[in-house]
């Protein structure tokens, strides 16, 4: 497959406002917060970023609006080399936003508020600029949109991978279809409601995906194939703000597929470049580059083996 891009994404764009607080508030608290900034945010689009960072070519298929903060997402997106020939501009829209509230410990809680709908029409533009993709991340909010995606993409040999949030997934039957869609999923643990997560990730190789990977915060990761399964723990490092990580870890982890390294080293290189980037508020703070994650790793198996 003659590829022109490594990576595009599908995804929402959004504007996240973080706020550092000194403990999450409860129900009918009050607590004050400062304002840290405001960055631009996103699941695909924070892929695609940290994905351009660790050196490979990328593109974004996203909606924005015609405010301040639309013109931030274009701009943050072209200082990290993405391509934002199908970003489109809703003229009157406001751009979506997410509220961050960081603690002290860098955990977070997140309010969502969408503003800019829309839909992603597959002209023969826009099918050509998908299937010059060796993989495309899409999310999976709307499975009419993926099944779209996935049967073009998939048409031109590339590969299909999304991140399936508890929100997400819904019931069983929307799983199973999200699950035959996509080559490469990711899923946080609490998405599954197991105690078992590496069985259930085997179960979930078995409805269509070739590749499941399984961030645990503190507790690590896994991936697993139909042939074999890896854990990997978390590494140690300073917690600034988690918001974002496992975007990092997502593109991370494709990065290495895209370069036909072995299951067990695209998860330590996906845990390493999230371990990096929770050093920095926003999800964009610090996305490291090809060359740090391999310092880091080269560092902490010193550290290990002496």
Known sequence: MSARFDLIAVDKSWVDIVLRLPTLPGYDQKVQAEL????????????????????????????IGDDEDGQRVREDLQRFGVDTTHVRVNPGASTNFTVVL???????????????????????PMAAYLSSARIVYCAAYDLDQLAQVAR????????????????????????????????????????????????????????GPHVVAVTMGARGSLACTAEELVYRPAFSV?????????????????????????????????????????????????????????????????????
């Open 36 to 63: 840290v900034g405001r960055y631009p945010g996103g699941m695909g689009g924070n892929v695609v970023c940290a994905a351009s960072q660790l050196g490979v070519r990328t593109g974004l298929v996203s909606w």
């Open 102 to 124: 960081v603690a002290p410990s860098g955990e977070k809680a997140l309010v969502i508020v969408p503003t800019t709908f829309d839909v992603l029409h597959l002209d023969a």
């Open 152 to 207: 073009v993409v998939r048409a031109a040999g590339g590969l299909v991978a999304t991140d399936l949030e508890p929100v997400t997934v819904g019931d069983g039957e929307t799983l199973a279809r999200a699950l035959r869609l996509v080559d490469i999923v990711f899923l946080n643990v609490e998405a599954l409601h197991t105690d078992d997560p590496a069985q259930s990730a085997r179960e979930l190789c078995t409805q």
């Open 238 to 306: 300073p917690v600034v703000d988690t918001t974002g990580a496992g975007d990092c870890f997502a593109a991370a982890f494709l990065v290495a597929h895209l370069r036909g390294w072995l299951l067990s080293e695209a998860l330590d290189y996906a845990q390493a470049a999230a371990a990096l980037s929770l050093q920095a508020y926003g999800p964009r703070g610090h996305l490291p580059t090809d060359a740090e994650v391999r310092s880091f790793l080269s560092a902490q198996r010193e550290r290990r083996w002496g």
